[in-house]
């Protein structure tokens, strides 16, 4: 157990629809990165969140935007969703201590989109 | 393309034999982390290894570090069945970034 939880599991979209997912950090970390990971390759960076704050973005469209709160939960949105979203997103916290900090992923929201 | 790459990109090995990753890297890093992910699971962290550190141990995994070869190798002795998963190396700057590679897919067999 690493204490980062992420809602929902799976979940099921149409094309074009919207979607949000939702993350809550390990107490006491003040940062979350969301990653991208598809069938058979390794997680892709989308963006990192500290206190609040983008603090980093990957190589992703606007259409995937993001959201941390003060109790450090977060949540991805992806808009205008297309086929290739399909994918496994982890969401990860760590403490922004310094950079030499483990990171711990949640089980990650399985997104289907047909 | 991605910061840490994986080296092999399968490896089959029998139980109790020993297993060896490689990770490289391109540019300069705070530390470097090895995870395991079993298959549709999260990440899950096995070690960190700073960039003024050489080697580390936990239990039966072994990391090394050479930065100036920028690559890292991650060896796991004695392995299990159970060992089966797939491993990653992330590579985190010293701006908190971190990047992954596609990973190391290990099989044991029984």
């Known amino acids: 157990e690493t204490g980062v939880t992420q809602s929902p599991t799976h979940l099921i979209k149409t094309r074009g629809q919207q979607v949000t997912l939702r993350c809550s950090s390990q107490?006491?970390?003040?940062?979350v990165s969301w990653y991208q990971q598809a069938l058979g390759q390794g997680p892709q960076f989308i963006f990192q969140y500290y206190r609040e704050e983008e603090n980093g973005r990957g190589n992703f469209p606007p259409r995937f935007s993001g959201l941390q709160f003060p109790n450090y939960s977060s949540e991805l949105n992806v808009n205008a969703l297309e086929l290739d979203d399909s994918a496994l997103y982890l969401c990860?916290?760590?403490?922004?201590?310094?950079?030499?900090?483990?990171?711990?992923f949640g089980e990650g929201s399985w997104l289907t989109v047909v | 393309s991605q910061q840490g790459e994986e080296d092999p990109q399968a490896l089959s090995i029998q139980e109790g034999e020993n297993a060896t990753m490689n990770c490289s890297y391109k540019t300069s890093i705070n530390n470097l982390q090895w995870y395991r992910q079993n298959s549709g699971r999260g990440l899950v962290h096995l070690i960190l290894i700073r960039s003024n550190e050489r080697e580390k141990h936990s239990g039966r995994l072994r990391v090394t570090l050479d930065t100036s070869k920028k690559s890292s190798s991650l060896l796991i002795t004695a392995s299990r069945a159970a060992d089966t998963a797939s491993y990653f190396c992330a590579t985190v700057t010293n701006a908190g970034k971190s990047t992954f590679g596609d990973g190391t897919t290990l099989t044991v067999k029984p």
């Open positions: 107490s006491g970390h003040n940062t």
């Open positions: 990860a916290s760590s403490l922004m201590l310094d950079s030499g900090n483990t990171i711990y």
